[in-house]
């Protein structure tokens, strides 16, 4: 009976052993985890900021030459306006008093 007792307290030891071997391997693991998560999100990161970076660039880029061909077109319509004017001021004054003027 005392040998049953003393097998069953040194396969207990043995597991308890195992267990903490175990457990070991697992914290470092867990360690191992958490620092390529780290490395991980690092990474992704800086390609992220990498192409948020190219693709602001890129929009600026599209901005300004749209903003330039809107300008140039504003300018362009601008001149055309003032030429009509000049050229039809007397009518269009004219009609702009007499719409004016009248009882309508």
Known sequence: MNQYIIDIVRI???CQEKLAAVKKEKAGVNEHLTEKRQELYESFARDYTGTIEWK?????VQFDNAKAATRRDYELNL???EEVYSTNKDELVAQLVKRCLSDD
Request: without cysteine; positive net charge; hydrophobic residues 35%.
């Open 79 to 81: 001149k055309r306006l």
């Open 56 to 60: 602001k660039a890129a929009l600026q």
């Open 12 to 14: 207990d030891h043995e």
